[in-house]
């Protein structure tokens, strides 16, 4: 499978949920796959992009990126500080590599698969998954 790295980025949230989920054994091990061969191409991405923080962030006398201030309590928060030019410069350098394609063996799973289970009352597959959980899932989970 061909897929980009922002594509993978966006399928965390749902991998996440669907991960935590029972599933029949024979989609819990694809999934299962898929992380395994997914997180080494999600942690350079990661390195790449803490590459960039330190490149184009401001600096404390450490050298090291600062934190944008909160400016009712003017305690740092989670957001790193850029000037406008180095945020664009950090944007366009990390969109470019977000766009990169890498080819990861891997076959998509069917939805059907994903649930075995009949409801005895009712007579439907059991399993439910949000509509956003699988447009998050993209290219790994097909009809």
Do not use: H
Not at 11 to 27: D, H, Q
Not at 124 to 143: A, S
Request: a positive charge; charged letters at 35%.
């Amino acid at each position: 499978m061909i897929i980009k790295l922002r594509e993978m980025r966006a399928m965390s949230p749902g991998l996440n949920t669907i991960l935590g989920m029972e599933l029949p054994a024979k989609p819990a091990y694809w999934l299962a796959r898929w992380l395994d061969r997914s997180t080494s191409e999600m942690k350079a991405t990661e390195k790449a992009r803490m590459n960039l923080v330190k490149k184009y962030a401001k600096k404390d006398k450490d050298g090291k990126p600062l934190r944008k201030l909160d400016p009712k309590t003017k305690k740092p928060t989670n957001q790193i500080d850029f000037t406008d030019k180095n945020l664009e410069k950090f944007n366009d350098e990390f969109n470019e590599l977000l766009e990169t394609e890498v080819k990861i063996d891997f076959k998509p799973i069917k939805l059907a698969d994903l649930d075995s289970e009949i409801c005895e009352v009712c007579g439907q597959k059991k399993l439910r998954i949000k509509p956003i959980v699988l447009f998050q899932l993209g290219k790994i989970i097909v009809d």
